[in-house]
């Protein structure tokens, strides 16, 4: 790499060592054009072709992010659009190959690779603000403003794969689709907020066969898909948002709403789950109910996502425990307890609990550990929603106080 290629992705965040083993992990695999070009903004070129190894995917997710921290809207709207722009007469496409003369598969690659591995970088980024080392002051901010870009990005990216996906949904037996264009336009993302707002004009045409061969239709039809991104936060309203969204499509079937939105979370998270949990790939037929309330209980208490809007339709493409405020409160109880909690969010000094009437010895030590630290609240989510709620029973009986200590815990006091 030249100085000013090593310059400009200092300048976008990347540390000189970790530049270091990008480029020589990207070398190995024989990718290492991606950093090069990337480094000269010739999106155009090295979105030619698709990265196959998970360390360029995972290289190329981190430069959006960096670019995004930037505040460079304009470099990313070029960036995406060298990714998703129709593909000239591939030679590695055999789909109707004679007349197929646009591709958009590179396009959904592309847009698979963002949507999995920022989900990806989200995750991790969540596990060190959960359970990591944050470092001092400096770094932990960074952290949160970190997970915050790539809870908007991952929403971003979501939106614009389940909105391609949808035009090759339904397709007639033996048909397909070719773009003729396809772009994305007056892309604003909003870096405080973490919501994008965008056009996404595209073309498409439809290639099928009849008993003479394959045919191209001679009609092409123009859309102009106008999306916006929203970010959700509080305490149920990713949840509610799966239930109103499930409700739509299942209104007519007997089926248990619940259950249906809890597989609708499984079906968004399949690769992309927290790595606190993975309750609902638990397959063994006496832990399946259990697992399905587990799932609730986080979905509903604890849980933010994103969500993308057109034409009066919501879609919700994220979901997970990704808010670093909700993170750390929640660390905090298992470090330091409800006590701390107490003393920290609402300014009540040497908090108070009696623990002689809660039980029998097991059950008293389990709301000790509660109340005092030395547990961990996702671990069993249902049983230990249980135990919050009895602990904030027991301490509004001695205190009259009116505290929803899950209310605290997730949004905040005075949210």
Known sequence: MTDNEINEMKRLGFSPQELSDTYTSLKECNEEEFIIELANKNFDKVFLKTPKEKATKEFIAEYILKLSMENEGDNLEKLLNSMIKPVENPSNYPVYQAIY??????????????????????????????????????????LVRRSNNLLGLATLFGSIKYLIDDVYKDLPDKSYIQFTQLYISNLYYDTHL???????????QMVGANNRGVVLSPKKESYSEVITTDIFRRRGNIDLEIFLENYKKEKNSNENILNVAAFKFADLMKNMANGVVDYLYSYKKEDRIMSEINQSILTQNYYCGGTFSVDNYRCVVVAGLFDPDTIKRIRMVNESGFKELLRVECGIENPAFEFEDVGNEEHQEIIKKLWNGGCNILEEPAKNFDRIIFLEDQYDDMTKSKISFMDILVNGYGF
Do not use: C, M, P, W
Request: hydrophobic share 25%.
């Open 101 to 142: 003369t646009l591709s958009s598969k590179r396009a959904r690659e592309y847009i698979n690779i963002l949507y999995s591995e920022t989900i990806e970088l989200l995750q991790k980024n969540s596990d060190i603000l959960l359970y990591g080392d944050v470092g001092d002051e400096n770094n932990y901010n960074y």
């Open 194 to 204: 973490n919501e994008s707002y965008y056009h996404l004009n595209y073309e498409k």
